[in-house]
């Protein structure tokens, strides 16, 4: 309806959308519910300790990561979707970023909240989930970014993080990024495409001319039949009536 922000937005795509949210949810509840605390540096320390939480908690990088692989599904649906209206009408697309924005932003808030505004916490717990195998090919690499963007953004200044992070800034970059890899596959993809029917449409003149060629076989062969069939007729005649002559 007129409510949705993404370009030629279907139920199925809404739905998946609204999926991704509330997947989105989860994850901001596992982050902030018990904060994190900066995994443990005793040689030796179990992953119990290395996630503690506050409180006595546990937050489980494996159950992160798998809610973290929907909202990059949706990230990766938003830059597609972005990149393919962008080739048509600019102004209808902005749908597409001002979401990424949204749930960037709500994330990056969630991870700098769960730490404390912790810079090493944050450097120690994503490099756990993005090591899950549950993230794999694009989906590491973009949680590799999406740490990598923290870790240039974050201080070593715990309250300044907390205050002044500029998630807007980090989420630009990130939706830059991500958006300019869509459009780098969308042109692969495109180009995929007319290579395809490019080469369709020549096999189907070679077939076409083919076919012309193998009629054209088949109309001179008729026409020799018929000639032969006519010649044998005349000769036929021809001594039927030599044969009349003769009588």
Avoid: I
Avoid at 44 to 52: Q, Y
Avoid at 166 to 177: T, V
Wanted: proline fraction near 1%; charge should be negative; charged fraction near 30%.
């Amino acid at each position: 309806g007129s409510s949705c922000l993404w370009c030629n937005c279907s139920p199925t795509e809404a739905q998946r959308q609204a999926a991704s949210m509330a997947a989105l949810a989860r994850v901001l509840l596992c982050l902030s519910a018990a904060p994190l605390t900066a995994a443990s540096r005793t040689r030796g320390a179990g992953a119990g300790e290395r996630h503690a939480l506050k409180g006595g908690s546990d937050l489980q990088p494996e159950l992160v990561a798998q809610l973290l692989t929907k909202v990059e599904d949706e990230w990766k649906v938003q830059a597609a979707s972005f990149v393919a209206c962008n080739g048509t009408a600019a102004s209808a697309c902005a749908g597409s970023a001002q979401a990424f924005q949204t749930s960037c932003k709500t994330v990056v808030g969630a991870v700098v909240k769960g730490s404390s505004g912790d810079r090493d916490t944050v450097a120690d717990y994503m490099g756990e989930v993005c090591g899950e195998a549950v993230l794999q090919g694009w989906k590491k690499k973009h949680c590799e970014s999406f740490k990598q963007a923290l870790m240039s953004f974050m201080s070593a200044d715990d309250h300044d993080n907390r205050e002044n992070l500029d998630a807007s800034s980090l989420c630009l970059g990130l939706w830059q990024s991500f958006s300019a890899e869509e459009a780098e596959e969308h042109a692969r993809e495109l180009k995929a495409q007319e290579k395809a029917r490019e080469e369709a449409a020549k096999r189907a003149e070679e077939e076409a001319k083919a076919e012309a060629k193998r009629k054209e076989e088949q109309a001179k062969l008729a026409a020799e039949e018929e000639r032969l069939q006519a010649e044998a007729k005349k000769r036929q005649e021809e001594a039927e009536a030599e044969a009349k002559k003769r009588q």
